[in-house]
Structure formats: C-alpha cells, structure tokens
C-alpha cells in the first residue's frame, strides 16, 4: 500500500459550501459524513451532532473520547439559545492540601490522575438526546460502533497528531497497546480499532448514562485510576449521572450581530472581552496587515490576563460576567493599546493544551447546534482503563495549587475550560453557528474568525482558511502563510516573532444567507474535515 504523509496542513483554500436545506462540518470526513447520513434520514440538528460527535471520539482518539468533557449552544427555530454545561468536577477528596502531600507542587501534570476529572460528556450526550433527539441512540451511534469495532482509516492529519504525540503514549503500557502498532504510531491509510469503546457506545445506547457512570464500567474506571493515587470514588461518578446542566448564554454585539457564548468556567468570557476590545477600532481593510496582527496580539493579552487572574467555577469567581463584558471595561482595555509598540507580555502560566473537535450543524427546520467534545491534551491524560477502553482526559490540570485562587481545585469543583461552542443572531433570529478549536487559541481564533468576516467582508471558507497569529507565552506566533516581511515589521514594536511549526487550531461554520435563504458552510482545511449539506 502507497500511502502520502501530509506535513503542511496551513493550506490549500477550499471553496465555501452552498447547501439548501441543512449542513454539517466537522474536523473529520467520516464524522461529518455520519451526521449528513443522520440528517438524511430524517434526524434532526442534534440527533447529526450527536451522530458526528461519537464518530470522532473513535476516529479522532487524540482529539476526543467519552472520557472527555463537552459544551453545547443549542438554538431551537424561533426560540432562545440553550447552554449545556457538560464539563466534569473534581473528586470530593481533591484538594489543594491532599495533592499537595501527594508531591504535586506548582502544576498538575497532563499524566497525573489528578489531571482526570469525572468526565462530563456522556451526561452531556444524554441529556441532549432525551430533551432534543428524535432517533433512538442506538442509530445515532451506529457509524462509531461500526468504526470502533471493525476498524476505520487513519487519515492524513489525525497521522500527523498520532506521530505528534507519540512520546507520550510510547511511556505508557496501556496508551501503547491501545494507539500504537508494534510500537509505532500509525500512518496515513492504516486501519484502527478500538473494540472495546465500540462495547461502552452499545452500552450507553441501551441504558444512557447510568452505563457509564454507575456500575461496571465506572468501578473499572475508578479502580484504574485508584492504582494511579487517584482519589476518584465511584461516588463521585456517579454524581455525575445528572451533572450536565442547562445554563443561560452570555453575549455581545459586534459589528451588528450578537455573539453568544458558554459561560464560566468555559473561556467563551475571554472570546467576548477580545470582542469587546476590537469593537473600539476601525479594522477595515485600510488596516496594514502588521496593524492587524499587532491589535489582535494586544487585545488578546489583555483578555487572557484577565481570563487567567479571574476565570474559573462560577462559585468561585470574584467578579461578576457583567463587569467583565460592560462597555465600560472594553473602553478601559482598549485604551491600553499603543498601535505603535507591544505592552509587557501578559501572564500566562496556564498549561498549554490544543486538542478537541468542534461540530457545527444546521437542519432543514431551522435547529441549530454549536457542539464542542474535548480531551484536553492529545490523548487526554494518556490514561486508559485496559479493562473498558476508556481514555481518561486531562482538564483537571488546568486547576491552580494555590490556596485562595479562584482555579483552584476544590472538592466537586468544575475547572477552568478552554473549549467553547460560539453561536450568531442577527436582529434577535440565529443565522449561524460556529467554533475554533485549538485549546488556549480558542478565544483569540473566534475573535479573528468573525473579525475576518465582518471587519473585512471575507467570504466564509475565506475567512476560515486567513492565516493566524496567536500572542502568548510573550511570543507572537504566526502561521507560514503570512509574508516573509511581517516578522520585521512586529519586531520593530516590541514583538518576539516566530513561525508556528503546526497551524492554529481548525474552524467550523455554517451561516445562513440573509438574501437567499441557503445555508454558507466552511470547515478549516487545517484538518482532515469538510462540510456538507444538501
């Protein structure tokens, strides 16, 4: 077998999908092609994210997995946006002394148990399906079972992420019998299995959460991460049988639409202030390309300073969303931007994390949903139950190990989170769903995305495929794709420049035309996906 290893996934440009009457994009063909299937059969918007979102935990096992988290914007026609908060909570045990006295001092590591909180997505999952689905369970997963247990393609940029992490998987004996192939990750056009994951996604369609997070499935998981150090009980999992939960969005106008968002403890706070912050300048197509990126670099740090000093659980954040987003606090920002040089970098001392996938679907009744299903890091933890074949994520390490900080771990206590499921309405109706994936780059890749679109008039799969800059770690990171000369033009204000060796995450949008009625769909060449519609 002759197989090609793609190693530049900045490019090329793809055109933008036209679709009359509903659309999914996803971060990976199959998945996408399994939620088209679902729409095609008379499933609605969820039942297709659904369907496409346990098809990329078998396909995509660096990206997602049941043993991850998820967040969702759901937008029923004609009706207000929902928030589902599937994100998981620390064991009742965990706190900032007892991890402490288990030799942790500064960081939590992605390896650690301590990193494994109880996972939030198969709550999440359920509770979607039984107040929005319309085909039984066992439909929607029939694709990821099939894959799971007979085997599916590695495509090209799910390779290049296995390769990727590689040296983490290698140093653990479970990651290496499961995602390893005599030792070697596998290649583009090799067949993957995962047979016991096929076993759990029977389960759950048969009997919901409960066989996931009560019985034998759970007492595995907790007597695996129990022989860790972990403090996890099967108490503590089966709380979360329930624990995904129904919030109110949070939002801002920009440009004349209003962007909805997650929120606390997911980071959707952070994309908004960005928001809030460019909305003070004009960034037409008069800005120099090096003005641009700068702004963006400067509205960024000053979003993530605050995202890190203030961000966490709700309960335990000491200033409301309110003061955060107030016109007020975006004027105040946006007056510590000097266009001609770069502020002190801003703090940054949050592990770095950049794994998940996005779905973004719209069906013929007008039902629109914003989903998002994260490990954290590649491969999560890298922790796998051998005896049920769950991967553990690895959210729990972004918790803070200091007493009084609003991160802190805490017992039950839901952690800072990065991944975050972004939605547009236009005059009070929604026109579009949309999402970055990328971890930390989520905030500033929204705040680009719609940038490109409504500041600079970029068509849809235009405006996905722009090169991006992300500001962090007191770097300005750039995409390739930009022009060789940009790196000197930022540098002379004060920016450390270097060129990312991997892109920037990967987008996901469908919008509805205000003129025709059709549905624009983009999915970010930067992976294995595309969008489809019909």
């Known amino acids: 077998m002759i197989t090609t290893q793609r190693t530049d996934f900045f490019g090329p440009a793809r055109p933008t999908l036209f679709a009359r009457d509903a659309a999914i994009a996803t971060s990976h063909p199959l998945a996408t092609a399994a939620g088209l299937e679902v729409l095609q059969a008379g499933g609605n918007a969820m039942d297709a994210a659904l369907a496409a979102v346990a098809t990329q935990c078998v396909v995509e096992p660096a990206m997602t997995g049941i043993g991850g988290d998820c967040f969702v914007l759901y937008a029923p026609a004609g009706k207000p946006t929902v928030a589902l908060n599937g994100s998981g909570r620390a064991p009742m045990a965990a706190t900032v002394e007892a991890l402490k006295a288990a030799g942790l001092t500064t960081e939590i590591p992605r390896t650690s148990p301590h990193s494994v909180t109880v996972p ?87 009997r919901g959460a409960r066989a996931f997070y009560e019985g034998e499935t759970a007492q595995s998981v907790v007597r695996y991460l129990n022989s860790l150090g972990g ?66 670099a400067e509205a960024g740090k000053l979003a993530y300073y605050n995202r890190d000093a203030l961000l966490a659980d709700p309960a335990a954040m000491t200033v409301p969303v ?36 996005y779905i973004s679907v719209v069906d013929r009744d007008g039902n629109m949903v914003s989903f998002i299903n994260s490990l954290f890091h590649g491969y999560g933890s890298t922790r796998i139950d051998p005896a049920t074949g769950v991967l553990l994520h690895s959210r729990g390490a972004s918790f803070r190990l200091i ?65 991006r800059s992300f500001a962090h770690d007191g770097v300005v990171e750039i995409e390739s794709t930009y022009p060789e000369s940009l790196p000197a033009e930022l540098e002379a204000r004060g920016h450390k420049v ?13 919008l509805r035309d205000p003129t025709s009625g059709f549905l624009m769909a983009g999915s970010d060449p930067r992976k294995d996906g595309c969008a489809m519609g019909f």
Not at 148 to 168: H, K
Request: include cysteine; glycine fraction near 10%.
């Open 120 to 206: 939030g997505a198969i709550s999440a999952w359920t509770r979607l399906h039984a107040d929005y689905g319309s085909l039984p369970m066992d439909r929607l997963f029939a694709r990821a079972i099939d894959y799971a247990e007979n085997g599916y393609p590695v495509t090209q940029r799910v390779a290049f992420d296995w390769a990727d992490d590689f040296p983490l998987l290698v140093q653990d004996e479970n990651a290496t019998a499961f995602f390893l192939k005599d030792g070697k990750p596998l290649v583009a056009g090799d067949r993957h299995a995962q047979p016991l994951l096929g076993q759990r996604l029977r389960d759950i369609a048969a």
């Open 231 to 296: 403090l996890h009980t099967v108490e503590d999992f089966a709380a979360m049988t329930d624990g995904a939960f129904y919030t109110t969005p949070i939002s801002s106008d920009y440009r004349g639409y209003t962007v909805e968002e997650c929120p606390p403890n997911g980071q959707g706070l952070a994309a908004l202030m960005i928001l809030n912050i460019l909305r003070e300048f004009d960034l037409g197509e008069g800005m120099s390309l090096a003005d641009r990126v700068h702004l963006h």
């Open 322 to 357: 309110e003061t955060l987003l107030s016109v007020e606090t975006a004027r105040r920002l946006a007056a510590r931007i000097d266009k001609s040089r770069a502020l002190p970098p801003a703090l940054w001392d949050e592990p770095e994390h950049k794994d998940t996938v």
């Open 403 to 467: 007493e009084g900080h609003p991160n802190a771990i805490a017992p039950g206590k839901r952690p800072m989170h990065t991944i975050i499921p972004g939605l547009l309405r236009k005059d009070g109706e929604a026109v579009g769903t949309f999402g970055v994936m990328g971890g930390q780059y989520q905030a500033s890749g929204q705040a680009a995305l719609l940038s490109g679109l409504f500041d600079r008039g970029l068509d849809l799969q235009s405006a996905v495929d722009a090169p």
């Open 498 to 510: 270097t060129f990312a060796i991997e892109p920037f995450g990967g987008a996901q949008i469908i």
